[in-house]
């Protein structure tokens, strides 16, 4: 039974770019949220998808979205990169039908912006 | 707007001792809380989870305990051991998203 998984493991880019991060949502989870962790902070919601569609969302500009797809697979986008958006970008899946509010968290990506 | 506070931010304890991490939130609709320790380097990993219906909860030596009137919960560690050690991160769910503590550095020494 596979766990949450992510990609790439690590990241570099520059300002100005766009960047693109990817999960598999543990095996029979059908929701994906989207997590930022600075460093020496705790994570801060940024979305969740749920039956292909963006449910919730933190505060976020709009430089970020994402995407979910028919096999609960997601992408999480990052346009316009800046310097402040180093961080560890974790990816969490849960189910929503039927409803269980455990939140299982991939290994992350870890975005460096130069 | 949600919001949950972590104390403390540090936390040494002697191999053996208890640790006891408090946290409080704002939002009286929240209804689940879970705790994850988060290794250097690693993910967070979920350790456990208490829901509004429930005051405790125990897990071998780890216990959670919730007042919801007063709209604070806390873990209690027991019996600590070196790989204890670790980061310590209570949330809150708020519809259907959980608010992150700003987390607790746990160090356990032998």
């Known amino acids: 039974d596979a766990g949450v998984t992510q990609s790439p493991t690590h990241l570099i880019k520059t300002r100005g770019q766009q960047v693109t991060l990817r999960c598999s949502p543990k095996s029979g989870h059908d929701t994906v949220s989207w997590y930022q962790q600075a460093l020496g902070q705790g994570p801060q919601f940024i979305f969740q998808?749920?039956?292909?569609?963006?449910?919730q969302r933190g505060n976020f500009p709009d430089r970020f979205s994402g995407h979910q797809f028919p096999n609960y697979s997601s992408e999480l986008n990052v346009n316009a990169l800046l310097l402040g958006d180093s961080a560890l970008y974790l990816c969490a899946s849960s189910q929503r039908d039927p409803l269980n509010e455990k939140l299982f968290f991939g290994s992350g990506t870890q975005l460096s912006v130069l | 707007g949600e919001n949950v506070e972590q104390h403390p931010s540090t936390l040494s304890v002697q191999e053996g001792d208890s640790a006891v991490i408090k946290c409080t939130y704002s939002d009286s609709a929240s209804n689940y809380f879970p705790w994850y320790k988060q290794e250097l380097g690693k993910r967070p990993q979920l350790i456990i989870d208490i829901r509004s219906n429930v005051g405790e909860k125990k897990d071998q030596r780890i216990a959670v305990t919730l007042n919801k009137t007063a709209k604070h919960f806390s873990l209690h560690i027991t019996e600590t051991q070196p790989e204890d050690s670790a980061v310590y991160f209570c949330a809150a769910e708020f519809w259907g998203k959980l608010q992150f503590g700003a987390g607790t550095q746990v160090v356990v020494t032998p």
């Open positions: 998808y749920y039956e292909e569609e963006e449910r």
